[in-house]
């Protein structure tokens, strides 16, 4: 019997679920700020790490700017041929095509449970490698474990919540012309993420967007809500400008993140709808995960 492929590697289906899930995540605004009916953002993304995009090499991943339209529970964001909708009132995930004119819909909550079922297999799967190994000759052994050794350790699940502490730099910076103050957010004595915040620009009704936000993301493992406790050390320093993710998420994932422009207006709810004429697909296969991951075959001695 032959082995199946290795679901730790890149090219398999669940490694690619979790990686995709993160990167779709990471283009959608961490803090937006929404004093007001609706805002549009205007922002230029660079994901490191991440699978490449359509047309790129893994070398090469050019900044991609993106706009966010936001208002209550419904945000939007546009880049170069893709729309994405999170609607919370309705808990779907809205992926849409205007290239093909077709767009597809998933279930927020079957999309949460399958990745919750996926940090359970992946660390069933662990304990059976780490059970298997002690059987294994020598050199195998070393090989095995030189292959848990270099996974990220929150690949397997949520981690214990880190100690965050927010320290100003002391820097004022004015970057895309908002005048910003410079803070370094550490988790448990690591510097982890750098923000460009603008006193200038409310944050006052973002909460109710986080709090959906954080609840969805709650307990998804690497792209767990412990990414957006941040927001409750900053919420009282100014609207995030710029954010630079220094510690990768996930163990690959890192960002830079700029806002250029920030509008605000009443939106439309038509923008958080699939457009009319736009014919509906099939969504991508979510993947079922069963309580405890199949026998691994015997080792080859």
């Not at 419904?74 to 992926?95: M, S, Y």
């Not at 100003?168 to 803070?183: M, R």
């Not at 200038?200 to 412990?226: I, R």
């Not at 009319?276 to 079922?288: C, D, F, L, N």
């Amino acid at each position: 019997m032959k082995p199946e492929r290795d679901p730790f590697l890149p090219g398999s289906g669940l490694f690619a679920f979790s990686l995709v899930l993160a990167v779709v995540l990471a283009l959608q605004p961490l803090y937006p700020s929404v004093g007001f009916a609706g805002m549009v953002l205007t922002e230029k993304t660079q994901v490191v790490g991440g699978p490449p995009m359509k047309g790129q090499s893994a070398a090469g991943q050019p900044s991609r700017e993106s706009t966010t339209y936001l208002q209550g529970k419904k945000i939007r964001t546009e880049t170069a041929g893709r729309i994405w909708v999170l609607d919370f009132e309705k808990g779907l995930l809205i992926t849409i095509n205007p290239k093909t004119k077709t767009y597809t819909e998933m279930s927020l909550k079957d999309l949460k449970q399958a990745q919750k079922q996926a940090m359970e297999w992946m660390r069933g799967l662990r304990k059976q490698m780490e059970e298997q190994m002690k059987t294994m000759p020598p050199e195998q052994r070393k090989a095995m474990q030189q292959k848990l050794d270099s996974l990220p350790a929150d690949l397997f699940g949520e981690q214990k919540s880190a100690k965050l502490t927010v320290k100003p730099t002391g820097k004022k910076e004015d970057v895309n012309g908002f005048s910003c103050e410079v803070y370094d957010v550490y988790e448990d004595g690591t510097l982890t993420t750098r923000y460009w915040l603008a006193p200038s620009v409310s944050t006052q009704a973002f909460d109710t967007y986080q709090k959906e936000l954080s609840e969805w993301l709650g307990g998804m493992g690497p792209l767990g809500a412990n990414r957006l406790r941040e927001w409750e050390f900053i919420r009282d320093k100014g609207f995030p400008i710029k954010v630079a993710r220094v510690k990768p998420i996930a163990g690959k994932i890192s960002f830079n993140r700029e806002v250029l422009q920030v509008e605000e207006k009443s939106l439309s709810e038509d923008l958080f709808r699939p457009p009319k004429g736009y014919k509906r697909t099939q969504a991508p296969t979510i993947p079922k995960f069963g309580a405890k991951p199949g026998k691994m075959p015997p080792p080859k001695h």
